[in-house]
């Protein structure tokens, strides 16, 4: 993948996750990379997780680009609006948004009507989910378009396809996930004036930090997990949708995805980079295909 030197992009809710694995192919990209999220070596948030974006911002640089770890608050305007201030000032441009704020797993309640659903927990969960996207993409935006050819990702859980067809188990949940989706459409649509390209990605069953603690398994011996859970096995690293990122980032045409749902398998699939272990795993294919189907776990044909 050609090194993108000179570029700068801020994904915000870098701390863990998705985030991480993006920031970290950014910089292996060449990228300046400005990571926000609320947990610092000195402080965390109510996650109370030991992830930080300090850790973060190291990884992108051990992966040979820039990362600037920035304490943000995404529900704040005044903390995002500084950081973008901040941002224009040290670097004159932003050439990639990714808004991968999240913070809703501690409040989704599975399998729970929405009139039993704690309320509180719900709004609190929407306000993470989508508030904090219009909040960042409000303040960025203006910076991105001042080169064309920049590019917004909004990250969300699911195609939109799957989504349309499929309750994602929590009223809450599947407003935030789906409401995504449709807020990079309407923002592709005022970002073409300007040259510049806005889509909605989801990685597939990523190994996030959160997912590997919650089977007791560690990368290194992540299949194990399939022990418990046997579709674990098309299960991918967060480094494979950032390589997503970083390819759509490096693409000359990136404007032929404008508005449109895209997963990490699928852009594997087009441009060819793969996982960690040489693997392209394609989960929403798999998920339809496997196991909605009925059939043995098998990733064969899959990976």
């Given amino acids: 993948m050609k090194s993108l030197n000179g570029k700068v992009a801020l994904v915000a809710g870098a701390t863990r996750g998705a985030g991480r694995g993006i920031a970290i192919e950014l910089g292996a990209a060449g990228y300046k990379v400005y990571v926000t999220g609320r947990t610092t070596r000195s402080e965390r948030s109510e996650y109370n997780r030991p992830e930080t974006i300090?850790?973060?911002?190291?990884?992108?640089?051990?992966?040979?680009?820039?990362?600037?770890?920035?304490?943000?608050?995404?529900?704040?305007?005044?903390?995002v609006q500084g950081l973008i201030s901040r941002i224009e000032r040290?670097?004159?441009?932003?050439?990639?948004?990714?808004?991968?704020?999240?913070?809703?797993?501690?409040?989704?309640?599975?399998?729970?009507?929405?009139?039993e659903h704690s309320l509180e927990g719900g709004l609190r969960l929407l306000r993470l989910a989508v508030e904090t996207h219009l909040i960042t993409s409000h303040f960025?935006?203006?910076?991105?378009?001042?080169?064309?050819?920049?590019?917004?990702?909004?990250?969300?859980?699911?195609?939109?396809?799957?989504?349309?067809?499929?309750?994602?188990?929590?009223?809450?949940?599947?407003?935030?996930?789906t409401a995504i989706q449709r807020l990079a459409w309407s923002q592709s649509q005022e970002l073409e004036p300007y040259g510049c390209s806005a889509v909605s990605l989801?990685?597939?069953?990523?190994?996030?930090?959160?997912?590997?603690?919650?089977?007791?398994?560690?990368?290194?011996?992540?299949?194990?997990?399939?022990?418990?859970?046997?579709?674990?096995?098309?299960s991918e690293t967060p480094r494979y949708v950032g390589?997503?990122?970083?390819?759509?980032?490096s693409d000359p045409q990136v404007s032929k995805w404008k508005g449109q749902s895209l997963s990490s398998g699928q852009l594997a699939k087009f441009y060819g980079f793969r996982d960690l272990d040489g693997s392209q795993p394609d989960c929403w294919r798999y998920i339809k295909e496997v196991q909605e189907a009925g059939k043995p776990a098998d990733a064969k044909g899959y990976r």
């Fill in 202 to 234: 989801t990685p597939g069953w990523m190994r996030s930090e959160i997912m590997l603690e919650h089977y007791g398994v560690s990368e290194a011996n992540w299949s194990d997990a399939a022990a418990k859970e046997p579709h674990f096995i098309i």
């Fill in 54 to 79: 300090e850790e973060t911002a190291e990884l992108v640089n051990q992966a040979g680009g820039q990362g600037i770890a920035v304490q943000v608050d995404h529900l704040v305007p005044d903390q």
């Fill in 243 to 249: 390589r997503a990122v970083a390819a759509l980032a």
């Fill in 90 to 115: 040290e670097q004159g441009r932003l050439d990639v948004l990714v808004n991968d704020i999240w913070g809703g797993e501690l409040l989704t309640e599975w399998n729970v009507p929405i009139w």
């Fill in 140 to 177: 960025a935006l203006p910076l991105l378009i001042k080169h064309p050819g920049g590019v917004l990702v909004e990250m969300t859980d699911g195609t939109a396809e799957y989504n349309q067809n499929h309750y994602r188990l929590s009223v809450f949940y599947d407003l935030a996930k």
